[in-house]
């Protein structure tokens, strides 16, 4: 079998006119060397960590390609792959407010969800108030997830390292290391220009 990094390697680099198109080409080889080893991913238990600085940088944005592309490719008739894409925040929310009594979802019901879904995908992890009460039952979920084998996609404005920073225990960050592949993300803002290219191809449409 394969090593791991394998399906990350970088095609030789072409003539790039200018950084974006670089960091743009750099995206698409990464998303599609993902999807296209993703049995063996899914084998090991491996996932993306993308992450930058800059906002714009288009993570969420390639975050959601790539569920695209598995979704369009593995999905199969009558066994439709189970995915849960959240920002992190929201996905801590949701747990906390099944503990109102008006609740009609059950903590350990919605928590077991989530540790069990083929693909989670979890957008700006890092922005969220980590309480105690936050670190224990995250860190629960990615153990869970790590001994399992289950895919786990994350975006964060943080290295995997700093996540420490947030989660002081540093068990979040030593099991995201070992779930998944970090990314890095060049700090250029490329969210603006995606949707001016988007307007330009709608404008062809419009003014054909």
């Given at each position: 079998?394969?090593?791991?990094?394998?399906?990350?390697?970088?095609?030789?680099?072409?003539?790039?006119?200018?950084?974006?198109d670089q960091v743009l080409y750099n995206f698409f080889v990464s998303e599609a060397n993902f999807v296209q080893n993703f049995n063996q991913m899914q084998e090991q238990g491996k996932g993306l960590y993308l992450y930058s600085e800059t906002k714009g940088s288009g993570k969420t944005r390639l975050m959601a390609s790539?569920?695209?592309a598995l979704t369009a490719v593995y999905d199969k008739?009558?066994?439709?792959?189970?995915?849960?894409?959240?920002?992190?925040?929201?996905l801590l929310d949701d747990i906390k407010k099944t503990f109102s009594d008006d609740s009609k979802v059950k903590t350990s019901d919605l928590i077991e969800t989530i540790k069990n879904?083929?693909?989670?995908?979890?957008?700006?992890?890092g922005v969220e108030k980590v309480t105690s009460f936050v670190e224990e039952k995250f860190s629960g979920i990615m153990h869970y997830r790590?001994?399992?084998k289950k895919v786990t996609l994350f975006?964060?404005?943080?290295?995997?390292?700093?996540?420490?920073?947030?989660?002081?225990?540093?068990?979040v960050s030593s099991r995201i290391?070992?779930?998944?592949?970090?990314?890095y993300m060049p700090d250029e803002k490329i969210r603006s220009y995606l949707a001016q290219q988007e307007n330009e191809d709608l404008q062809s449409l419009l003014y054909k």
């Open positions: 079998m394969s090593q791991l990094t394998t399906g990350f390697v970088i095609q030789p680099r072409l003539a790039f006119q200018n950084k974006r790539v569920v695209n008739p009558g066994e439709p792959l189970s995915i849960l894409f959240s920002p992190t925040i929201d879904v083929d693909i989670l995908a979890l957008d700006d992890i790590l001994t399992n975006t964060s404005n943080l290295s995997i390292d700093d996540l420490d920073i947030k989660y002081k225990e540093g068990r290391e070992k779930m998944a592949f970090p990314i």
